[in-house]
Nanobody
Framework: QVQLVESGGGLVQAGDSLRLSCAAS????????VAWFRQAPGKERDFVAA????????DYADSVKGRFTISRDNAKNTVLLQMNSLKPEDTAVYYC?????????????????WGQGTQVTVSS
């Protein structure tokens, strides 16, 4: 089992950058595929990005491709989401999710473990 804690959210202006962090407990973090999802008010929780447990593959939603980068540091039990060129439509609560030895997927049900979320607000 793993526990996830997100941090790094905040209020920024359009065009700015933020880096979100997902810190995980447990000694087996390197065996977890990790994803970021986001949920804007009144909308579904949508896939943003994922990194395979092997570290060899990543996946991005079309809406963030080229602007966001997901990476992992297994020595620090951390997955980062670097967000550049932020837009007002990126405003949402961002959630970290994990699944042990999971294949990367864009569906929420693929991931058994979730953090509490961190708010990102981008003003125009």
């Amino acid at each position: 089992q793993v526990q996830l804690v997100e941090s790094g959210g905040g209020l920024v202006q359009a065009g700015d950058s933020l880096r979100l962090s997902c810190a995980a407990s447990g000694r087996t973090f390197s065996s977890y595929t990790v994803a970021w999802f986001r949920q804007a008010p009144g909308k579904e929780r949508d896939f943003v990005a994922a990194v395979h447990w092997s570290g060899g593959s990543t996946d991005y939603a079309d809406s963030v491709k080229g602007r966001f980068t997901i990476s992992r540091d297994n020595a620090k039990n951390t997955v980062l989401l670097q967000m550049n060129s932020l837009k007002p439509e990126d405003t949402a609560v961002y959630y970290c999710a994990a699944e042990r030895y999971g294949s990367m997927g864009r569906v929420r049900t693929r991931y058994a473990y979730w953090g509490q979320g961190t708010q990102v607000t981008v003003s125009s």
